[in-house]
T-cell receptor, first 114, second 112 residues
Framework: AQSVTQLDSQVPVFEEAPVELRCNYSSSVSVYLFWYVQYPNQGLQLLLKYLSGSTLVKGINGFEAEFNKSQTSFHLRKPSVHISDTAEYFCAVTTGQGAQKLVFGQGTRLTINP | EPEVTQTPSHQVTQMGQEVILRCVPISNHLYFYWYRQILGQKVEFLVSFYNNEISEKSEIFDDQFSVERPDGSNFTLKIRSTKLEDSAMYFC??????????FGPGTRLTVL
């Protein structure tokens, strides 16, 4: 079975500062990794995904994440955040192949202060 | 841009009542899912559906829950006899394959 740990439940940062949201996973098989964002009162929107190839993946809104197999991590980063980035961020994994469920982490609430 | 839609956005019901949550997945997608998120907790998988049958379900998805694709466009989640602990946000998702699931905006279910 897979599991996902997001080490920080809340991350407050100042506008234009860099941010890193941490995600670690556990799995006995190869996984595919995702970051979703949930803005207030909205559904989940895909930020980026790692399926294969380059371990550094770029997503929407200036976010990027790096897959590190040896450390079983998939941390999300942005060099300069904006007020509009205030949201809940979820890391998720799946093993792929067919109708595979996503296993989510607890979520990290990112709050951007002016 | 195609999107997953869900109705209603908010459903209030009495304990023991049946509720049906509705979803319209993206039209060319083949895989359909329900997830739920209890307030303040993580998003949890309930069930996946492919080729008109359940392909996987979680421990949460007991006999009180059922899913159906009654026509070519809708995908429904039925809870037969709601409990207080069923109060949550329920998300529908759909995908062409395994590599990206598209989520709807959710239905907030409140059981009184």
């Amino acid at each position: 079975a897979q599991s996902v740990t997001q080490l920080d439940s809340q991350v407050p940062v100042f506008e234009e500062a860099p941010v890193e949201l941490r995600c670690n996973y556990s799995s006995s098989v190869s996984v595919y990794l995702f970051w979703y964002v949930q803005y207030p009162n909205q559904g989940l929107q895909l930020l980026l995904k790692y399926l294969s190839g380059s371990t550094l993946v770029k997503g929407i809104n200036g976010f990027e994440a790096e897959f590190n197999k040896s450390q079983t991590s998939f941390h999300l980063r942005k060099p300069s955040v904006h007020i509009s980035d205030t949201a809940e961020y979820f890391c998720a994994v799946t093993t792929g192949q067919g109708a595979q469920k996503l296993v989510f982490g607890q979520g990290t609430r990112l709050t951007i202060n002016p | 841009e195609p999107e997953v839609t869900q109705t209603p956005s908010h459903q209030v019901t009495q304990m023991g009542q049946e509720v049906i949550l509705r979803c319209v997945p993206i039209s060319n997608h083949l895989y359909f899912y329900w997830y739920r998120q209890i307030l303040g907790q993580k998003v949890e998988f309930l069930v996946s559906f492919y080729n008109n049958e359940i392909s996987e379900k979680s421990e949460i998805f007991d006999d009180q829950f059922s899913v159906e694709r009654p026509d070519g466009s809708n995908f429904t989640l039925k809870i037969r006899s709601t409990k207080l602990e069923d109060s949550a946000m329920y998300f529908c998702a759909s995908s062409e394959g395994w590599n990206e699931q598209f989520f709807g905006p959710g239905t907030r279910l409140t059981v009184l």
